[in-house]
Each structure stands twice: as structure tokens, then as C-alpha cells.
């Protein structure tokens, strides 16, 4: 165990940025573990992150929960949507070859980042059409800021499927997926994005790190788990009380520009 001790203020910097954005952790996490073991398995590397990437997103969930900006009406629907994806995402990572897990997290990183530096703003609720198939939502947080936006329930169910799915069998915890998905695409704040995000991760990266165990996959990577998790159980709440004092466009572009860094990094390993 000594000799990962160096891995806790790694997953203290992974918690508290991880928790910052929403997206758990798992993609800093991940590029960082194919650079610092490259003759281990896709499948030791995914166990591992998922199992970071759980404790990172429950921890910061009880720090959003404080602040009471988790839409957990959304939370939960999109929760159970991203289980059956995760468990199939944990299966089918075992037959990806490394090299080829390795240019397909990069290249969707790099598209990630394009997405996000493209469209760096929402539209305001007021801007949007009323439309009969969304479903609204009103709450005041902590800070007594009000929040209502509306989306379409059932786009949200099937994205949170394909989210559990594509994080599950790369190891990402879906945040980077996810959080995106929210603002841009179901209209959701920002910063309730970002904590709802998290609720969310939490319960996915759970079914997925289950089915490693079961597996046996996740067994190599215990030591290395415990060394990160105190890190980032450490760093995530200092990440959601960061999230008061950063601009929710500045975390959006702090985002887009980690994900196209780090995916160039990984796609030129690859090739």
C-alpha cells in the first residue's frame, strides 16, 4: 500500500476539479492511468476509474446535496436509465484491444472538446418554445437562487442509457458526456447540471464497478483504488464549494480545453 501512497494528492486534484465540472473525475483519471501504465488491460484500467470515479461522485453529491442544487426527480430517472448501459459498458471492455481503447477514448475527448468550445453558451429559458412533451422543473438552492428550465423527459432517458453505456466501458464516469448533454441539449443550468450530473455518476459508476468485482477484473487494482479514493474524498468537496466562485461559462470552457489536451495526448500515444 506504501507504494501508492504518492497516488492521494492525485485524486485530490482529480476529486476536486472531477467535482467542479460534474464529470466525476474519470476522464483526467483514466488518460492518466494509460500514461502511467501502459502494459495494463483496458479492463484493470476501467475497474479502477469506476471505482474513483463512484466514491469522487458520491462525495461530491453530499456537497451538492448541502447546497441543494441536485434536481433528484431528474437525478433518479436518469440514474435508473444509465444502469443497464453500464453493466453491458463493464461487460464488453474485456474484448477491446488496448490500442484501440486507447484512440477511442481520444478521439471522443477531442470531439468532446469541439462540441463544448463550439456551443460555450446556453440558451435562456425564455428564449425556448413552449413545447407540451417537456417536462418543467422549478427549485430554489441554498443560496435562494431560483432555477426553472424544461426538457424532454424521454431524450433524456435514452441519452442517460447510451451515457452509462460509452463511460462504463471506457472507465469515465460519463461526466463529460453527461454534463454537456444537460446544458446543451436539455436546457438544464449549469450548476445544476454539474450537481445533478454527479447524483447521477454516482449511482452508474456503483452498477459498473459491481460488475468488474464479479468479474475479477477489479481485484489488481485494490491498492492503487484506495490511494486514489482518499484523494478525491478529500478534493471533491473543496471542488463543489469552488463551484460557488466559478462562472459557469468558465467551467464549460475549463472543461473543453482539459478534454482536447488530454485526448491529443492519448490519440497520439495511440497511433
Known amino acids: 500500500m506504501g507504494q501508492y501512497l504518492w497516488l492521494i494528492p492525485i485524486g485530490l486534484l482529480i476529486g476536486a476539479y472531477g467535482t467542479l465540472i ?10 492518466f492511468l494509460l500514461l502511467l501504465y501502459p502494459n495494463e488491460s483496458p479492463e484493470i484500467i476501467t475497474s479502477i476509474s469506476l471505482a474513483v470515479v463512484f466514491f469522487n461522485a458520491l462525495s461530491g453529491s453530499m456537497a451538492y446535496a448541502r447546497m441543494r442544487r441536485i434536481d433528484y426527480r431528474s437525478g433518479l430517472l436518469f440514474s435508473i436509465a444509465t444502469i443497464p448501459g453500464a ?26 472538446s469541439v462540441f463544448l468550445s463550439l456551443r ?47 463511460s462504463s466501458v471506457l472507465g469515465i464516469g460519463g461526466g463529460i458526456i453527461h454534463v454537456p448533454v444537460l446544458t446543451h441539449l436539455l436546457n438544464f443550468p449549469v450548476h445544476v447540471a454539474t450537481a445533478t450530473s454527479q447524483f447521477t455518476l454516482a449511482v452508474m459508476a456503483l452498477a459498473g464497478t459491481v460488475i468488474h468485482i464479479v468479474t475479477g477484473a477489479f481485484h489488481r487494482g485494490v491498492r492503487r483504488t484506495v490511494s486514489l479514493t482518499i484523494g478525491v474524498l478529500l478534493g471533491a468537496p473543496v471542488g463543489a464549494w469552488l463551484s460557488n466562485h466559478v462562472q459557469a461559462d468558465w467551467i464549460i470552457r475549463g472543461l473543453a480545453i482539459a478534454l482536447g489536451l488530454l485526448g491529443l495526448r492519448i490519440l497520439v500515444t495511440a497511433l
Open 22 to 31: 460534474g464529470a466525476g473525475g474519470g476522464f483526467v483519471l483514466v488518460p
Open 87 to 112: 453493466i453491458l459498458g463493464a461487460l464488453t471492455t474485456s474484448f477491446i484491444p488496448r490500442r484501440a481503447f486507447d484512440a477511442i477514448l481520444g478521439l471522443l475527448m477531442i470531439l468532446a
Open 120 to 166: 460555450p453558451r446556453m440558451r435562456k429559458a425564455a428564449d425556448l418554445a413552449p413545447d407540451p412533451r417537456h417536462v418543467s422543473r422549478t427549485f430554489t438552492d441554498a443560496d435562494g437562487a431560483v432555477h426553472t428550465y424544461s426538457y424532454n423527459q424521454t431524450y433524456g432517458v435514452v441519452m442517460s442509457l447510451l451515457v452509462g453505456y460509452f
